[in-house]
């Protein structure tokens, strides 16, 4: 698989600030339609009710530390405003593919400089003037150490049948 992850701002064996830090790295990767707006926000689960902020991902996904249980990222879930169901449709860089299947690697598993595998994940998410979802990203940043990268760049969300 293609698909590779630039890591910055780590700090090999310590950690900086807290999940919000990767907000400024997604402030500028995904850009409103005229008269649309962006919304940045830190990933919360909200299906184990733990208010866990730490996910573990693989394949174009993010799980929930605590229960398991997928953002829905690449599904359409990722946002409960959501009006539809949406799949992901690269805008430049490639997407990890968002099932397993054939072409399996373990390294569709990211991993920050230092080698660990669980992060704090941001979204920011584009809406078009009438309120529909056009694009997303998704930043990744280790709670160990810092490091951040942009995981999913600017990608367009496309509408599809239930």
Same mark, same amino acid.
């Given at each position: 698989m293609d698909h590779e992850i630039a890591w910055t701002k780590g700090t090999p064996g310590g950690p900086s600030g807290g999940p919000e830090d990767v907000l400024p790295l997604?402030?500028?990767a995904v850009r409103a339609e005229p008269g649309g707006r962006l919304e940045v926000l830190v990933a919360e689960c909200g299906m184990c009710g733990s208010g866990e902020v730490e996910f573990e991902v693989?394949?174009?996904?993010? #799980?929930?530390?605590?229960?398991?249980?997928?953002?829905?990222?690449?599904?359409?879930?990722?946002? $409960?405003?959501?009006?539809? $169901?949406?799949?992901l449709e690269s805008s430049g860089v490639p997407l990890p593919p968002a099932s397993p299947g054939p072409g399996y690697e373990p390294s569709d #598993?990211?991993?920050?400089?230092?080698g660990h595998d669980v992060f704090h994940v941001a979204l920011a998410l584009a809406f078009a003037s009438d309120g529909a979802l056009r694009g997303i990203s998704v930043g990744l940043r280790c709670p160990?150490?810092?490091?951040l990268c942009l995981y999913v760049d600017n990608a367009r969300v496309v509408a599809r049948a239930a």
């Open positions: 997604l402030r500028g693989a394949k174009g996904e993010c #799980f929930c530390v605590g229960c398991c249980i997928p953002l829905g990222v690449s599904d359409g879930y990722a946002h $409960p405003d959501a009006p539809y $169901p949406w799949r #598993f990211p991993r920050c400089p230092t160990e150490d810092g490091a």
